[in-house]
């Protein structure tokens, strides 16, 4: 088997395992959801910890110490990404598991849009149409709603902000995961201790399986970030781009097909229109790769198909 073909097959386990979220965490019932992310971020620890452990791999810790901006980066990426997969957890728990993935599906243009306020980069004529598109599918659902679908706003708004915290890091997957994990593990271990003195933990109350599946909550995190990390090593951008939305996808479908949440004629067309952004901001890149590859081939006189293969490095969707 080559090696890109592999990358895919990681890339699809990793964004399946992504997908199926929903039914995980749906398991951990009846612990509310700030008692499922303080175990998610515990055992993330525990588990990374020996993962790194066992590769010999803590010098990365003392470049971190001696370094207050990456630590304070570090620290804000925490937050950030603390901030999202709480608000996954009272999406899903809450049952708006389709909100939920709307929120992954705006997430690219939201990313976009970041690009233009915080980088200064400048949108291409069709992404610009893309993200107008967007914006008037959000305003669909929120008519549909009746409020701001703030679950999937918050949702988007939380990883796009991460992404662009993570791309200025440049920290490997797995030490990356270790630290952010890190940073929020003394307020959670507070909160634990509190939670336990009150009588309100769940954990190791409900049944042996529901304890299981909350330790494993750990691994449940950092497997499909390492299987993206090895995607990533070995698949183009662009089908990283398209692989990115098999997760909210199934999401959807867990939504509507096992959770059986509403799906109204006017939530439809807003995920229509978003879906609508999408291809078009999908197509717009593909072209866009192309043309770069075609005119960086000219230039070093390399083969067209060989510069668009290269490897790239991207950011997972949880």
Not at 183 to 190: C, F, I, R, S
Not at 212 to 238: C, D, E, K, Q, S
Request: net charge positive.
């Amino acid at each position: 088997m080559g090696e890109e073909r592999r990358g895919y097959l990681y890339g699809l386990a990793a964004y399946a395992m992504w997908g199926f979220f929903p039914i995980y965490f749906k398991l951990l019932k009846p612990s509310p959801p700030l008692e499922i992310l303080a175990h998610r971020i515990i055992w993330s620890v525990l588990f990374i910890s020996l993962l790194l452990a066992a590769m010999r791999n803590w010098r990365f810790l003392g470049r971190l110490i001696r370094d207050r901006r990456l630590l304070g980066g570090v620290s804000l990426a925490g937050l950030l990404i603390g901030v999202n997969w709480a608000t996954y957890i009272v999406g899903v728990n809450s049952s708006r598991v389709v909100e939920t993935a709307l929120g992954y599906f705006i997430t690219p243009l939201v990313v976009v849009l970041l690009g233009v306020t915080v980088q200064r980069e400048r949108l291409r004529r069709w992404q610009w149409v893309a993200v107008g598109i967007g914006a008037l599918a959000v305003g669909v659902l929120t008519v549909d709603y009746g409020h701001l679908p703030y679950i999937a706003l918050v949702l988007a708004a939380s990883f796009g902000s991460y992404s662009l915290v993570k791309k200025r890091l440049s920290l490997p997957p797995a030490e990356g995961l270790f630290v952010e994990s890190a940073v929020l593990a003394l307020p959670t271990l507070a909160y634990l201790g509190w939670l336990n003195a009150d009588g309100g933990a769940e954990f190791g109350h409900v049944s042996t399986a529901h304890t299981v599946l909350m330790v494993l909550a750990g691994v449940a995190t950092a497997v499909p970030l390492l299987l993206f990390a090895a995607a990533a090593n070995r698949v183009p951008l662009v089908g990283l781009g398209i692989l990115q939305y098999v997760a909210p996808i199934l999401q959807l479908a867990c939504g509507v097909l096992l959770f059986h949440e509403p799906m109204p004629a006017a939530r439809l067309a807003g995920f229509g229109l978003v879906w609508v952004a999408l291809i078009i901001f999908t197509v717009d890149g593909i072209r866009g790769s192309r043309i770069r590859a075609r005119d960086g081939a000219r230039r070093t006189g390399t083969d067209p198909a060989a510069a668009t293969a290269e490897p790239a490095s991207a950011l997972p969707p949880r």
